[in-house]
């Protein structure tokens, strides 16, 4: 799904739901999936409800809504009684977080915030700590040469010595020995705790503790072509047999980052 899709997919659904004149060129399956989530809220909410995209001035929210990391929230419902923050995804497999290292050591952070037990804390320590450590550059072998036929000095002693991927930049030895340490701990630990698995699913779905420092950034609900769900226990429930984490490399301009990953397998 390329970016702009989605956003067209938000826009999509306010212009529609608004019954205004669409200000955009949107693509069929956009205009399908738009309509699928219209008739979603229809019967969710009924047809008395004021809806906003993010980017817009909303009444409480005069700048629009905005946050850092990127909010949850891409449109916003108010009915007479509530107020719907809403999370918009298109069909198929849905990202629930994706970030560097850092990001995703304050995600596993928030998620720990209502756990008591000690060694349990310490055991997700441990691994905040292994995930803030995750390296942002690295250089795989394929791309050696790349980056010594640039001639540029302080690229290449960044990343190389005697001619060879310096050991704590080799993408190829991380991969081999601190990715599946971190995948087996991850693992693991969503095994053993229940609780800290459902609470990390919940934060990557809504930002509610990462982004509490920006009015209406976190999601108190989310919207697809399958329906339109409140974020709590219930949805939790629903999707958490699908989640799937991985820690994956992309590469740019010869340069390889890491990121890590919460995503679903198919639709929810």
Known sequence: MAASEGVDLEWAIVEIARGS????????????????????IHKKLGKKFDIYHSDEKIPGYPRGIFGNPEPKTDI???TSNKKYFVSVKMEGGIQLASGEGRSTA?????????????????KIQQLTESLE???????????????????????IDEFTQGGKIRKD???ELWSQIQKPKIMAAITQLAKDDKVFFDSLIYEA????????????ASANSIISPTGFYMIDANYINKVKSKIKVDVRAKSRS?????????????SI
Request: charged share 30%; aromatic share 6%; glycine share 6%.
């Open 21 to 40: 004149k669409l200000t955009r060129k949107y693509s069929k399956r956009v205009m399908d999936q738009a309509n699928k989530c219209v008739a979603h």
């Open 106 to 122: 304050k995600l596993f952070h928030a998620a720990a915030g209502n756990i008591k037990d000690a060694t349990k804390k310490k």
């Open 76 to 78: 916003v419902i108010f």
């Open 254 to 266: 010869g340069i390889t980052s890491i990121a890590f990953r919460i995503e679903t397998r198919g």
């Open 133 to 155: 450590g995750m390296p942002t550059r690295l250089l795989s072998e394929s791309n050696l040469k790349r980056i010594m036929d640039t001639k540029k000095k302080p690229l």
């Open 205 to 216: 779905l809504s930002g509610c503790k990462t982004l509490k420092d920006f009015p209406g």
């Open 169 to 171: 930049r080799s993408y």
